[in-house]
């Protein structure tokens, strides 16, 4: 059944699609907010990305709303990032949204400015709390319209390691905050010692975050204030060609990490240390199985540059489209402020964003680790940048896609950056 | 599935072969209206079909001919771009890279596939014990070949120290593993297309039973070697068949997706080398959010393979043999 999945069924779907662009506009509208009808049974979708750790989270959350507020009942569904998203631009076509989503900042601007979030605004102090709120966090899901989806929290680029295998490699922790050059040289030791089994860490010019980081070292950002790309495609090319080295005999080699995607080289113990966003450790200790991870600053080349920030990644909304939006806001709510959530998620969704929750979150042990990392790179902490572009979240994509295929050999740096160029070029000019 | 309604045509062409039923119409007195009803209650019969082709395949099918002279991010409305993502796919490195790698697979497995679906056809055409059990042990792959569990499957086996890897190892043949290898995910992939040929070796079976006897006996008076009976009996009696199952499996093979996304993980991984056309298509469409893009992917997709099914249509005069024919 499942080649049905074929261009046939493809374009029978973008047909499809073009019919619901059609529903979804006429789904708009609709007077002041009702209060909530504690006798009306409501059932709400509610879907998230992410792995067993988080969804075992969710599930402990669920149960606590749906305590409180015996008359709705949540369905929740998840996945992984990739395909969260895929699945979300089709419904989004389709006037299909769930109630409730788990957001990500990226997206905010494509979903936000077309109309397909609900106005969370219309709800404040009427459904949801916002006194607890950080204004500056709360204020990233504002656009010109109103505001479409409220942070959980913020996390910020890190260094990630796992002490056991350190251990067992017999190699010193990086300390953190280094120059480049000691951060390889710790990759380089460990790998050494791994003997094949286990790797320092995972190519560090991959992602678009680790172009980000050494642009804002030298006090650049990755997009211009006009929503340009802020480097060249020759400046792309080199930063990729930067890590052609560590590839070569230090990083875990990219097929290894194509053979247990989609969890990553750390969470699949290949390797000692990893760079991401603080928030992932729940995620870390769930995938490695590792009794203890932590969480030093990423290395910089220039310690002055506030090259950090206080990254909202992120955050819940709803869709438009809900028949029950009362429910979907005090839902919002109970995920945003809810001490309950807080004791259930710890800093795994980020440090809250919420006074409230966080007290409730009572941070101890590794979510304590997050929070104390967080105070410690306080002098490293600059401005964050602004929304991103719309198109960002396929770009970050293509741009890790590229990474990789330079890591497994398929495609030069050059190439590459090339590549990625083409691409921003259509992306963004949409 | 694909491969169920495979059987049918095979079947008929087998008992088309005899003469047809004489035409009723030319003996009695034409009866118009008669005819009117019999036709409408066709028709009445015919309309699920009819709605669901019309409602979920020819609809959309048109609605995809219109986006693909668009820019349609699914958001907004579509915007006329004439032939735009003709030429942009002209441009793009990445779509003819999938067009490579569709190519070499269709080229390559087709015929391997095929090969081996006839060479264990004929093993199991001859009548031995437990021939019913190998029959269906060897169909069973195709009925579940293109499902999700199979390929996370063999996902699973082709991965550094799994059965695969292991065996080889055993043989000190160290290739690690296949799933992250580029230059080896093809092969693998291949294997997993040929491993299914369960479809078109049931379709051959049928097929070498309906070559008469008399023929290899005739042969043997004459002869003739077994090499000789099948390069001079058996492929010439059964070229309809094969020219049959070559079609469909080009054109199955032109649409491989679930396989090659699952383990491709979605992304065309490792390094591009699954980036099936479809897959590609599906990434420009879902992932991207360009459907105008993808909707002129797809017809380009559907032109070309009714070119070289036309092709394949225009050779097989030359090399196809029916019985009936006369010489």
């Not at chain 2, 992250?180 to 299914?196: E, R, Y």
Request: glycine content about 12%; charged content about 20%.
């Amino acid at each position: 059944m499942f080649r049905t999945l074929s261009r046939r069924t493809l374009t029978g779907v973008a047909a499809l699609t073009a019919s619901g662009l059609v529903l979804a506009g006429c789904g708009g509208g609709g007077g002041e907010p009702a209060a909530l009808d504690a006798d009306e049974q409501i059932t709400l979708n509610y879907t998230f990305w992410g792995n067993d750790d988080r969804a075992a989270r969710y599930d402990a959350a669920i149960a606590a709303f749906e305590e409180e507020f015996p008359n709705i009942t949540i369905n929740d569904t998840f996945t992984d990032y990739p395909s969260y998203w895929e699945k979300r631009q089709t419904e989004a076509a389709g006037g299909g949204l769930p109630d409730v989503m788990q957001f990500d900042y990226t997206y905010l601007r494509q979903y936000g400015d077309n109309g397909l979030l609900l106005n969370l605004e219309d709800y404040f102090g009427n459904g949801i709390t916002t006194d607890a709120i950080d204004e500056g966090l709360l204020s990233t899901g504002t656009l010109d319209d109103g505001t479409f989806a409220i942070p959980t929290g913020y996390s910020a680029w890190s260094v990630f390691q796992n002490p056991a295998l350190l251990a067992e490699a017999g190699i010193e922790p990086y300390e953190g905050g280094t120059s480049w050059g000691e951060y390889d040289a710790y990759m380089a030791s460990v790998t050494e010692a791994g003997g094949g089994t286990v790797y320092g860490g995972t190519d560090t010019t991959q992602r678009i975050q680790d172009l980000e980081l050494k642009l804002r070292q030298e006090g650049r950002q990755l997009f211009t204030d006009e929503g340009e790309l802020g480097f060249t495609q020759e400046e792309l090319a080199e930063h990729w060609t930067e890590g052609q080295e560590n590839r070569e005999d230090v990083t875990v080699p990219q097929s290894k990490l194509e053979e247990i995607n989609p969890v990553s080289g750390f969470g699949g113990n290949l390797t000692t240390s990893e760079m991401s966003w603080s928030n992932f450790l729940g995620g870390y200790l769930g995938d490695s199985g590792a009794e203890e991870i932590t969480i030093v600053a990423p290395p910089t080349s220039n310690p002055d540059e506030k090259d950090l920030y206080r990254k909202v990644g992120l955050m819940q909304a709803a869709s438009a489209s809900t028949e029950h939006p009362e429910a979907a806001a005090a839902f919002v709510d109970f995920l945003i402020n809810s001490p309950e959530v807080g004791e259930i998620f710890g800093a795994t969704l980020g440090i809250p964003a919420s006074e409230t929750q966080l007290e409730g979150a009572n941070l101890e042990g590794p979510d304590k680790a997050v929070k104390d990392y967080l105070d410690s790179i306080e002098n490293r902490m600059g401005d964050a940048p602004a929304a991103p572009v719309a198109g960002f979240g396929p770009l970050e994509q293509t741009f890790w896609d590229l990474g990789k295929s330079i890591g497994l050999g398929t495609v030069t740096p050059d190439d590459a950056a090339k590549q990625f160029f083409d691409e921003a070029s259509v992306t963004l000019g949409n | 599935m694909s491969t169920d309604s495979a059987h049918a045509p095979a079947s008929a062409r087998t008992a088309e072969s005899g003469a047809r039923p004489a035409d009723s119409r030319r003996t009695g007195t034409p009866r118009p209206r008669r005819r009117n009803r019999d036709s409408l209650a066709g028709y009445v019969f015919l309309s699920p079909w009819l709605l669901g082709f019309v409602g979920l395949t020819l609809g959309p099918m048109l609605a995809s001919l219109y986006l693909a002279f668009t820019d349609y991010n699914l958001f907004t409305a579509p915007e006329w771009t004439g032939l735009e993502n003709l030429g942009r796919m002209a441009d793009d490195e990445k779509f003819w890279a999938s067009v490579r790698i569709t190519l070499i697979y269709v080229l390559v497995g087709t015929p391997i596939k095929l090969a081996a679906a006839l060479a264990v056809a004929m093993l199991l055409n001859y009548r031995a014990k437990g021939t019913g059990f190998f029959r269906s042990a060897f169909y069973a792959p195709s009925l579940i070949g293109a499902s999700v569990s199979i390929a996370i499957v063999w996902r699973a086996m082709f991965s550094t120290d799994g059965p695969v890897d292991g065996a080889l190892n055993l043989f000190g043949i160290n290739l690690g593993g296949w799933i992250g290898n580029p230059s080896l995910i093809m092969p693998m992939m291949i294997l997993l297309a040929v491993w299914q040929f369960g479809a078109p070796m049931v379709i051959f079976l049928a097929g070498l039973k309906g070559v008469p006897a008399e023929l290899y006996e005739a042969a043997s008076v004459d002869g003739a070697s077994p090499l000789r009976k099948f390069l001079s009996v058996t492929v010439p009696m059964l070229s309809p068949v094969i020219f049959f199952n070559l079609l469909l499996e080009m054109i199955n093979a032109f649409q491989v997706f679930a396989s090659a996304y699952i383990i491709g993980s979605g992304t065309g991984g490792p390094g591009g080398a699954t980036n099936f056309y479809t897959v590609y298509l599906y990434t420009r469409a879902f992932a991207n959010n360009q459907m105008g893009y993808a909707s002129a992917m797809a017809w380009v997709l559907l032109l070309a393979v009714g070119v070289l099914a036309l092709i394949l249509f225009r050779t097989s005069r030359s090399w196809v043999h029916y019985a009936g024919d006369s010489k």
